[in-house]
């Protein structure tokens, strides 16, 4: 399959009459899947109401079948099409993060969408993205769009047009491209089907920001500690991984140096994560900074593009920084410890 690239300006290409915008619009009316940026990362987008789509969508990520996907809309009134109830906690979440990097779980009603959509749940996860382009695209065609990121399953998700295309190049009808994502992780994933809204992913609304606006909200158990099944169908998978085995470390950075110079005198090539304040602690064959700690967002924002850089520079082995587990930075270390399978090196 050719794979259409439409270059967009996410400043100026940001109506539904947009001719790239018709025509990306067009394919996903036909049931085919298109990439598109949204303000977290690319997403894979398919007519949500589409078996057809909605299983090419599973088939070109190679997507386990059983991770429901999140669907996008560009205006609340659809909602009422496919959600059951909205709750007034929900109410006052989209009031607050929508549009933004806000997944809100509802009670699904039934026989509107693709089962296969839902992965067979009764509930259903939406979200309003808030990228002018995303949105344009979502009015243009008229239609739920389910979208999880445009990667292969397991790899990091992908926050340029580029590494949708490093991934699924040939295997889906077009991407838009509209340069680099902006926040760099995926939206906060919230339950609010049953009492208390209970975080099931976190991601680029914080806990912090959520409970300033409903007051109590509450962390799946199983994001904690791992040993609780996750209520979130997804979390359960490998994800984000490079393709060298990654190990947080926690120490001093003395003791982080040892490690590196251990495993290249072992004649591995090591690469290192780290951020601009600490680069120059660090001496090893490939040495990443990723963003800057005193801001955790410009971390967040290159996250995914820094573990995707280790694949290219063909190191063996991946040796990263800690963060605090707040604000965003609770998102990224879901993402890091998911990436590195848990491994964590302690002094
Ligand atoms: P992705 O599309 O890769 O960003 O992943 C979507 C995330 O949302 C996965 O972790 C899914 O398991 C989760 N998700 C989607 N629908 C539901 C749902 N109905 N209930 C709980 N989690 C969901
Ligand atoms: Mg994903």
């Not at 026989?111 to 693709?114: E, K, P």
């Not at 979130?232 to 979390?235: F, I």
């Given at each position: 399959m050719n794979t259409k690239v439409w270059k967009v300006d996410k400043f100026v290409d940001i109506f539904e009459s947009n001719p790239h915008i018709v025509d990306a619009a067009n394919f996903l009316r036909e049931n085919e899947v298109v990439a598109l940026p949204t303000e977290t990362v690319y997403g894979l987008g398919g007519n949500a109401e589409s078996d057809e789509a909605v299983a090419k969508i599973f088939a070109a990520k190679g997507r386990p079948g059983d991770n429901p996907l999140i669907i996008h809309i560009a205006d609340r009134e659809h909602l009422n099409r496919f959600v059951k109830e909205i709750p007034l906690t929900a109410e006052r979440l989209m009031d607050a993060f929508?549009?933004?990097p806000l997944t809100i779980i509802f009670k699904k009603k039934e026989?509107?969408?693709?089962e296969k959509a839902t992965a067979g749940l009764g509930t259903v996860a939406v979200r309003m993205p808030d990228h002018p382009v995303a949105l344009a695209l979502l009015r243009a065609c008229e239609l739920p769009i389910a979208a999880p990121s445009a990667n292969s399953s397991g790899k990091p998700s992908p926050t340029s047009a580029e590494h949708v295309l490093d991934d699924l190049n040939g295997k889906i009808a077009g991407v838009v491209d509209g340069g680099a994502t902006g926040v760099g992780v995926e939206s906060t994933v919230v339950d609010c089907t049953d009492g208390i809204p209970v975080i099931l992913r976190p991601g680029g609304v914080t806990r912090e920001q959520l409970a300033a606006v409903i007051g109590e909200v509450q962390v799946d158990p199983a994001l904690m500690d791992g040993a609780e099944r996750p209520k979130?169908?997804?979390?359960k998978y490998k994800h984000y991984a490079p393709n060298a085995p990654l190990y947080l470390v926690s120490g001093t950075s003395e003791f982080f140096q040892r490690i590196v110079e251990e495993k290249e005198r072992e004649g591995l090539k090591v690469g290192v994560l780290t951020t601009e304040e600490c680069e120059d602690l660090f001496d090893a064959d490939v040495v990443l900074a990723c963003g800057r700690r005193a801001e955790l967002e410009t971390v967040a924002a290159s996250l995914y593009d820094t573990l995707r850089r280790f694949n290219q520079m063909k190191v063996d082995i991946i040796f990263s920084e800690m963060f605090p587990n707040e604000g965003v930075g609770h998102a990224i270390m879901n993402r890091l410890l998911k990436a590195a399978g848990n491994k964590i090196i302690s002094e």
């Open positions: 929508w549009p933004g026989g509107v969408l693709s979130s169908p997804g979390m």
